[in-house]
């Protein structure tokens, strides 16, 4: 049986070879039957009168004053420069060229063009096992573990700025968060929770809290009315930390609310420098509930103790969660690189190590740095403070700029606080770059960087942030073609506007040289083929 399916002509390898062959050949016939064109086209150049068209155009265009060409140079000048405009701005707000993206999307399937099937091999893991992945798989958005409150720190930074810090799209994200971990079953809704089920999906603050107050007229014991006034009401930590203790006396047995509320009392304990009392509060919740891992609670408690610079308890924690049979994140990577950094960074100078070599601790250190920014290559320039810092979203993409501005958001202090830590990110850090294959299809120690951050961070971050872009993106064709044409013309009407009897000869110059190799090729083909030939083809 093996033996007859492999000879089988319908085999899918032999209709992959027929299909190269046939795409191989294509473009030498597409060759060979535009040079027969060509051919016929000289052959009839009698019967079809070509030489009278040519010499009336000849003179129609030598009737043309030099005004016409300064228009028509200008003119194309004019578009070209428009097209371009619009072409800088597609791509400064997407990332993509416009004519590049039409072209792909609707041109490529009416010329029978078909995705690249290669494109799985892009994911290929480091042992060279493929994984199937798809766009949503790489692209899924994760609520950021440190978020900030709305009323306390978001709304503060809109009052005194007068800027958004968070787009619709992350906030419409935390509406559906809130809807599916506090109301459940929607079959089995009490009135309050249909009011407050309308309650997270208002886009208006000030109506979301009436829904939240008119929860509570319903039922005095609302936990989750009490939760969105302590997010978006509370203008102080203090204020919301009274709310959520209100909210979890009238939590019950609701799982899903209790961890929630109970983790923001430990984030409210950190932000009033109770810093102890939070670490407690967040141990005793991941032993309580240890299933709820994918809440990523040792993040938080991960910041929590680098403030107390408890680096053992931190290295405790890494060890058991910076595991490979589990999910990364720019917190437990960069966190791992700052306690290998912290060991040396003290005494670690560029000079000595380029005369003595790297010892084995810093030969650590740089490669936990090269593994924490193949990871995340964003987050450098945030700690090194070569790009300015935001408040961060509520929601982050995993590898994206998104989760680099999260992080370094709070966990800058941490790395000023290991003296020489920055330093030795700052030598460093662009090594890694030498290390990732490129183009980027395969990976060094993670799969592939995703190819689809950047729209997604476009949709987390604040349109006054500038994203940042890895790998870095060159500009499409299509706009150094525009800046080209647009130059070009400019000058050709420069020029015919300024010496116009220069620019004429100069014309027909280029013009005679341009169509030399078709006479010295049509006098080649006159000499080699029979004159009866010629004759008897031009009486046909």
């Avoid at 004519?99 to 690249?116: A, F």
């Avoid at 208006?204 to 005095?220: D, G, K, S, V």
């Amino acid at each position: 049986m093996a033996d007859s399916s492999g000879s089988n002509p319908q085999s899918p390898g032999f209709t992959e070879k027929l299909k190269s062959w046939l795409c191989w050949s294509w473009t030498y016939i597409c060759a060979l039957w535009f040079a027969m064109v060509l051919t016929m086209v000289y052959v009839l150049r009698s019967p079809l009168k070509l030489q009278e068209t040519v010499n009336a155009a000849s003179v129609f265009l030598n009737t043309l004053t030099p005004k016409f060409y300064v228009a028509l140079t200008g003119t194309s000048s004019l578009i070209s420069g428009l097209i371009l405009i619009f072409e800088w701005w597609y791509f400064r707000k997407y990332g993509t060229s416009f004519i590049e993206q039409v072209s792909v999307s609707h041109l490529r399937p009416l010329l029978g063009g078909v995705e690249n099937s290669s494109s799985a091999g892009l994911f290929s893991s480091v042992n060279g096992d493929t994984e199937p992945r798809t766009n949503v798989a790489e692209c899924k958005v994760w609520r950021n573990p440190l978020n900030l409150f709305r009323g306390a720190e978001y709304s503060r930074y809109t009052w005194v700025t007068g800027k958004e810090p968070l787009t619709y799209y992350d906030m419409n994200l935390s509406a559906q968060d809130h809807q599916t971990f506090f109301l459940g079953d929607t079959q089995q809704l009490r009135p309050e929770d249909s009011v407050m089920q309308k309650a997270w999906r208002e886009r208006n603050p000030q109506a979301r809290i009436r829904a939240a107050y008119q929860a509570i007229e319903l039922n005095r014991e609302c936990a989750a009315a009490y939760v969105l006034l302590a997010e978006e009401e509370a203008t102080t930590i203090t204020e919301a930390e009274r709310l959520f203790k209100q909210a979890l006396k009238s939590a019950g047995k609701d799982t899903n609310l209790v961890v929630y509320i109970k983790r923001r009392l430990a984030m409210c304990a950190r932000k009033l420098g109770r810093i102890k009392e939070a670490v407690k509060m967040m141990r005793d919740l991941m032993k309580e509930f240890p299933l709820l891992g994918m809440l990523n609670i040792h993040e938080n408690l991960l910041e929590a103790l680098l403030e107390l610079q408890a680096y053992a308890d931190v290295q405790a924690v890494l060890a058991k969660y910076d595991d490979i049979s589990l999910p990364k994140s720019a917190t437990i990577c960069y966190t791992s690189a700052l306690l290998k950094a912290r060991a040396v960074s003290d005494k670690f100078s560029p000079e000595a190590a380029s005369r003595r070599g790297l010892s084995t601790a810093e030969m650590n250190a740089v490669e936990a740095i090269h593994r924490a920014v193949e990871f995340n290559p964003h987050v450098p320039k945030y700690l090194l403070e070569m790009k300015s810092l935001i408040l961060p979203p509520e929601h982050i993409l995993k590898r994206g700029d998104s989760e680099a501005v999260a992080y370094a958001f709070f966990h800058l202090q941490h790395w000023k606080r290991a003296e020489g830590a920055l330093n030795l990110l700052h030598c460093t850090w662009e090594g890694t770059f030498r290390i990732i294959p490129y183009p980027l299809e395969k990976g060094h120690l993670f799969y592939p960087y995703p190819g689809c951050t950047e729209t997604a961070d476009r949709e987390l971050l604040p349109s006054f942030h500038e994203v940042s872009v890895y790998p870095k993106k060159e500009l499409p064709f299509f706009i150094l073609f525009t800046a080209g044409l647009c130059s070009f013309c400019a000058m050709l009407a420069m020029l015919t506007h300024q010496f116009p009897e220069l620019m004429g000869v100069f014309v027909k110059a280029f013009f005679s040289t341009l169509f030399a190799p078709l006479g010295f090729f049509a006098d080649k083909m006159e000499s080699f083929m029979p004159s009866c030939l010629w004759h008897h083809l031009a009486n046909v």
